[in-house]
Nanobody
């Protein structure tokens, strides 16, 4: 059984930083593709950062240059370092994983965490 558990959310002022973590059990992150999603209040969920088993990364325009996605092989943990946070970054951050690159591209990941909440005050 696959479980993804996020942590690290919290409340910070604009310009602050947070580091989110997503610990996987039953899923080998180094063999799959993982994405962090952001759902702002009242808005659709959107992917903000993706990493593949090749360690290739992609970012949405809204976080490019501010967020960094990475993997810890030993801990089987996905991270998202968020710097220079803005009020628009407020919302729930969820990690998702899949072994299929095609499903990853389509944001149809098989496995999802429940999310961690981030609040950025102006």
């Amino acid at each position: 059984q696959v479980q993804l558990v996020e942590s690290g959310g919290g409340s910070v002022p604009a310009g602050g930083s947070l580091k989110l973590a997503c610990v996987a059990s039953g899923f080998t992150m180094t063999s799959g593709c993982m994405r962090w999603f952001h759902q702002a209040p009242g808005k659709k969920r959107e992917g903000v950062a993706t990493i593949y088993s090749s360690r290739t990364t992609y970012y949405s325009d809204s976080v490019q240059g501010r967020f960094t996605i990475s993997l810890d092989d030993v801990k089987n943990t996905l991270y998202l370092v968020m710097n220079d946070l803005k009020p628009d970054d407020t919302g729930v951050y969820t990690c998702a994983a899949d072994y299929s690159a095609m499903r990853c591209v389509a944001s149809q990941h098989a496995y999802w965490g429940v999310g961690t909440r981030v609040t950025v005050s102006a």
